[in-house]
């Protein structure tokens, strides 16, 4: 199971979901505790900027990001629920488990190359809505 949500309800969630994986998508500056419970090499952090456009003074989303979260969800047992979060639950963390976990089938990730091309390809009319002022 996979469960989107934002920063302030991360431990609530961790804790009423027995959530073992955590994937967190904030801004840089963001300030942010380590969740509780989960262990270094099961939580992922990219940090990075909701902006659709390149903006003076902010961090968009990269090549690299992409491949460490598909590496980190090919990884994953899903013997246990993964949280998936960024500042507000609406526009980072969902757009990253809905292409990671929707719109690419496990049985057709044979590399991370292979995932990374398809994911881009199917992003191409995927959209969603960054948060005003790109948090």
Not at 53 to 58: A, E, F, K, S, T
Not at 87 to 94: D, F, L, V, Y
Not at 96 to 123: D, F, M, N
Request: hydrophobic fraction near 40%.
């Amino acid at each position: 199971m996979i469960i989107v949500g934002p920063l302030n309800k991360v431990q609530p969630l961790i804790d009423e979901h027995g959530v073992k994986h955590v994937v967190t998508l904030l801004a840089p500056d963001t300030p942010h505790d380590a969740p509780v419970g989960i262990t270094p090499g099961r939580h992922l952090k990219l940090y990075f900027h909701d902006i659709v456009q390149p903006m003076d003074g902010h961090v968009p989303p990269g090549a690299g990001d992409a491949e460490k979260l598909i590496s980190f969800f090919q990884s994953w047992d899903r013997q246990d629920p993964m949280l998936v979060h960024c500042w507000a639950g609406i526009s980072r963390s969902t757009a990253a488990a809905a292409a990671v976990e929707r719109l690419i089938p496990a049985q057709q990730c044979t590399s991370i190359g292979s995932c990374l091309s398809q994911l881009w390809k199917k992003l191409i009319s995927f959209s969603a809505s960054p948060a005003p002022g790109g948090t």
